[in-house]
T-cell receptor, first 116, second 113 residues
Framework: DTGVSQDPRHKITKRGQNVTFRCDPI?????LYWYRQTLGQGPEFLTY????????KSRLLSDRFSAERPKGSFSTLEIQRTEQGDSAMYLC??????????????FGPGTRLTVL | AQSVTQPDIHITVSEGASLELRCNYS??????LFWYVQSPGQGLQLLLK??????LVQGIKGFEAEFKRSQSSFNLRKPSVHWSDAAEYFC???????????FGGGTRVLVKP
């Protein structure tokens, strides 16, 4: 078990550019979550998947954001036309959801995005 | 909607002293409650969780937390802190098993030698 991995760890981009982040969950975990954490704040929920289905999206996830989990394994989060306000740490978490009991969300190290 | 408040933004404690971090939540039903720790450059690590039953829960690294329904609180404690406990601590609430978490703003703990 190698844990949740995220790539890249750091991304610097110019305003208006598109960026894409990848998250590889713990294998066999059927749920995958994306959170955003700005400096000095706690993580805020963005969206989550069960297998390949996107079950919920936060109002924070504007039209410029899109997330996919095409085969129910890794996930990508794309931000189009980045703005300086998108600068944050983007965290991915995964869990094994069975419906009968709570299963811990395991977090990756995050991707830190800086928009210049 | 659920919410979490961590009233203390920063706490400084001497090594060997006790530590208590406050957490208040707002949620209509019985919540799932969690404490996570985040060290610089590291991901969030779960310290402990409360779902039901005994209101005093034990976690990793010598931490414990007590659920008090009447006060809507879930405070984290450690009897004797170590320099390695310096980190940011987040309280979180979930409304159903496996669902999204709502985090508080965090408390940064500094440990003095």
């Amino acid at each position: 078990d190698t844990g949740v991995s995220q790539d890249p760890r750091h991304k610097i981009t110019k305003r208006g550019q598109n960026v894409t982040f990848r998250c590889d969950p713990i294998s066999e975990h059927n749920r995958l979550y994306w959170y955003r954490q700005t400096l000095g704040q706690g993580p805020e929920f963005l969206t989550y998947f069960q297998n390949e289905a996107q079950l919920e999206k936060s109002r924070l996830l504007s039209d410029r954001f899109s997330a996919e989990r095409p085969k129910g394994s890794f996930s990508t989060l794309e931000i189009q036309r980045t703005e300086q306000g998108d600068s944050a740490m983007y965290l991915c978490a995964s869990s094994s959801f069975s419906g009968s009991a709570y299963n811990e969300q395991f977090f990756g190290p995050g991707t830190r995005l800086t928009v210049l | 909607a659920q919410s979490v408040t961590q009233p203390d933004i920063h706490i400084t404690v001497s090594e060997g002293a006790s530590l208590e971090l406050r957490c208040n939540y707002s949620y209509g039903a019985t919540p799932y409650l969690f404490w996570y720790v985040q060290s610089p450059g590291q991901g969030l690590q779960l310290l402990l969780k409360y779902f039901s039953g005994d209101t005093l829960v034990q976690g990793i690294k010598g931490f414990e937390a007590e659920f008090k329904r009447s006060q809507s609180s879930f405070n984290l404690r450690k009897p004797s802190v170590h320099w390695s406990d310096a980190a940011e601590y987040f309280c979180a609430v979930g409304k159903a098993a496996g669902n999204k978490l709502t985090f508080g703003g965090g408390t940064r703990v500094l440990v003095k030698p």
